[in-house]
């Protein structure tokens, strides 16, 4: 490099530097307030969602038969099939011995305990390439009856609000979402 060169070389680098000391300060700045009321609105979320639950959430595991949680040692669950990267399907039993109309079928793993049974996911196919398509249905274990409620075509659903006899389901696909009210 000649002179001039490496004039303009060390006045371009001053600039640069002096640009980057200024702004980094405003940047860093902006980047903790972002991950700061990211993080806000995440409990405050957590917060809004334990005031007014869905119902007592079940979480089932990729195991043997396990009792079904909340359910009095009634139900117990076990893995079906497992899609790579999606959802796990399982089947249900009775554990007192008495056969059971769930023992044919599939069930997604979201269980809500309410009390007039279980609402359940039942899978109408275990193809990875059909999937979401499911009815969403009531167990009874009184009469241990299964009555489907609503076909949902999504994963993402949950039961956002109970009147008398009528539950809304929400749901949300991805691009476009909806409610679903159905009566009990």
């Not at 195991?63 to 359910?71: D, G, I, K, Q, R």
Request: glycine share 6%; proline share 4%.
């Amino acid at each position: 490099m000649n002179k001039i060169q490496l004039f303009f070389h060390h006045v371009f680098r001053f600039i640069w530097n002096l640009i980057f000391i200024l702004c980094y300060p405003v940047l860093a700045t902006f980047g903790l307030l972002f991950v700061g009321l990211t993080y806000f609105f995440s409990l405050l979320s957590k917060l809004l969602t334990r005031l007014r639950p869905e119902g007592r959430r079940v979480v089932l595991k990729e195991s043997e038969w396990e009792a079904l949680p909340y359910s009095n040692d009634l139900l117990e669950a076990k893995l079906e099939k497992q899609i790579m990267f999606g959802p796990s399907g399982f089947r249900f039993r009775r554990t007192d011995g008495v056969p059971s109309v769930l023992s044919d079928y599939i069930f997604g793993k979201k269980v809500r305990v309410m009390e007039e049974g279980f609402i359940l996911e039942k899978w109408n196919t275990t193809e990875s390439k059909d999937l979401p398509d499911f009815d969403i249905c009531l167990y009874d274990p009184d009469q241990d009856s299964l009555r489907s409620l609503t076909q949902m075509k999504c994963f993402d659903w949950h039961v956002s609000d109970r009147v008398d006899n009528e539950l809304m389901f929400k749901w949300f696909d991805g691009t476009q979402g909806g409610e679903v009210k159905v009566a009990l």
